[in-house]
């Protein structure tokens, strides 16, 4: 079901919707890849009480993509430089809303010459679970950062890779273990290889790392410890299933 067709530098709002889907299929045509790290979706459920659920808020494609593909749809670019994506919204169906609830989504950071079509992707069953998406961010003057309560995420990216040194993970049976940036390379390759299948008139080629980004599981972890060098800011983004009513 197509919900959205743009074209420019704009913002994007109220692409809102009361028929229900299970998530968002993106054709995103963009003059430069980096663009996927500065266009952020927003989406909540607007409630016929007045009140909000929010899913996504200003979060950048690239980690969406990543976060909702892991182990299922992988994100393909073109070779037209157009990056087929996927966002998860539930699992297991389409959102299962109420009379007069609605599902509304925004785009901003979109440039003069990026072309983005949305499709709300619709199965023939509903849920009431749904995926919602954080972002933690660790700001470029520190070095360290924990993060607690971690049970209920399925998985995290984390951006500027290249500026993490280690990562301690304390798992859900009480052992922590360190891993190093080439072990952390190693976990993300051998739980999803294919993050990016970029298509050329002759190749197809598999990344698994993108924009300095990792996508790592989260299934069996209580918390975890980012280490860093300083001078950059890096954000960890996560993803984890919530129950609507």
Do not use: H
Not at 177 to 193: M, N
């Amino acid at each position: 079901m197509l919900i959205g067709n743009y074209t420019g530098a704009t913002f994007y709002d109220n692409i809102r919707n009361q028929k229900s889907y299970s998530g968002l299929l993106m054709y995103v045509n963009v003059s430069t890849t980096d663009t996927l790290n500065t266009i952020k979706l927003s989406t909540i459920i607007s409630k016929k009480n007045g009140s909000n659920e929010i899913l996504i808020n200003k979060q950048p494609l690239v980690d969406l993509f990543l976060l909702s593909s892991l182990g299922k749809f992988n994100t393909v670019k073109e070779a037209n430089n157009t990056y087929i994506g996927y966002v998860d919204l539930s699992l297991d169906g389409n959102i299962e809303l109420s009379d007069g609830d609605e599902i509304i989504s925004s785009l901003e950071g979109t440039q003069a010459d990026d072309q983005i079509k949305i499709y709300g992707f619709e199965e023939p069953t509903s849920s009431t679970i749904v995926k919602k998406y954080e972002i933690k961010p660790l700001l470029s003057e520190f070095t360290n950062i924990v993060l607690n309560n971690l049970d209920d995420y399925e998985a995290l990216t984390i951006d500027n890779i290249n500026t993490v040194t280690s990562i301690v993970v304390g798992y859900d049976n009480g052992k922590f273990v360190t891993y190093q940036k080439d072990e952390l390379f190693y976990i993300a390759r051998d739980t999803d290889f294919f993050s990016l299948i970029t298509q050329t008139a002759t190749t197809s080629q598999i990344q698994t790392e993108w924009l300095n980004r990792l996508v790592l599981p989260m299934v069996g972890v209580k918390s975890i410890e980012v280490n860093k060098l300083v001078g950059t800011a890096i954000n960890c983004n996560f993803i984890k299933n919530a129950f609507l009513y």
